[in-house]
């Protein structure tokens, strides 16, 4: 099969039913299907050499993690890798502003995937102060010529923003104080960035009319329902990477050999406490 036939395969299928969450048993058999995709994306991307660049950025709580984990937790680490940057260190500070990223970029044979990138600068840098208007109207400016070197290079550039709602995103910073699970993920940054609901609103606009490109275009994902974004965000990147099925010889499980002058151990080992 093509890759454009397997592609417009999946493009095809009948979509969910959009009314109403997700339900558990829908959401997971669909993720299985698509999960079984993007393995043979994967195996593609290793066999053509393909560069692939995922970038996900949203609101605080919009389920960029959720939606990451449920694209890597099928394929290979060695193959997806992804890319959490810390704060910038001061050597960093002083460096021109993408060159901490570029080092992370795909080589031939890699998918990698940016839980927040580059666009920090247009989004909570801005807001929250940490550079000036000059500074991110800089980066503005000069970032859609960055991502066409980028792509023009021979990267695949998939950009996504998550959009929660005002709601939906109280509710999920509430549970992030209420569950044990979850408190890591909650700073005093996210704290006061949630108050600033419209100033992030303006910063948003003005980066999407900025580096909302022919060649690097924003895919808005409506993320009040985790499950439908994740699934639809795996549809898009399997949409948008042209793949193919590679071919593999047919596995046979070959016997195991035989114990010769093996003996069990005498020596004593310590098992795990068996608590469950």
């Not at 890699?110 to 580059?118: A, H, L, T």
């Not at 993920?185 to 100033?199: A, F, G, I, V």
């Amino acid at each position: 099969m093509s890759a454009k036939a397997k592609n417009e395969k999946v493009k095809n299928d009948k979509p969910a039913e959009n009314e109403g969450p997700m339900s558990g048993k829908a959401y997971e058999k669909e993720l299985r299907r698509l999960h079984g995709e993007l393995v043979a994306m994967q195996e593609w991307v290793k066999h053509a050499g393909l560069k692939v660049c995922i970038v996900f950025e949203g609101r605080d709580g919009a389920g960029k993690g959720g939606a990451i984990k449920a694209i890597v937790e099928r394929v290979s680490p060695r193959t997806f890798r992804v890319i959490a940057l810390p704060a910038p260190s001061d050597r960093e500070k002083s460096q021109m502003y993408v060159q901490r990223y570029l080092p992370h970029l795909p080589a031939g044979g890699e998918v990698v995937i940016f839980d927040r990138s580059w666009y920090n600068r247009a989004g909570v840098e801005r807001v929250m102060g940490f550079c000036t208007e000059a500074e991110a109207q800089v980066f503005l400016s000069a970032v859609p010529k960055v991502e066409k070197a980028m792509v023009d290079s021979g990267i695949i550039l998939i950009k996504f923003w998550l959009e929660v709602s005002e709601d939906e995103q109280t509710r999920r910073i509430k549970d992030r104080i209420d569950d044990p699970r979850k408190v890591w993920k909650l700073s005093p940054m996210d704290l006061k960035s949630y108050t600033r609901w419209y100033d992030y609103s303006r910063a948003r606009d003005d980066m999407f009319q900025n580096s909302d490109t022919q060649w690097a275009p924003w895919i808005v994902v409506p993320s009040d329902d985790k499950r439908r974004a994740r699934l639809n965000i795996i549809r898009h990147i399997l949409d948008t990477v042209p793949y193919d099925k590679v071919k593999r010889e047919k596995i046979k499980l070959p016997k195991r050999q035989k114990p010769g002058d093996y003996r069990d151990p005498l020596h004593p080992v310590t098992l795990v406490r068996q608590a469950y």
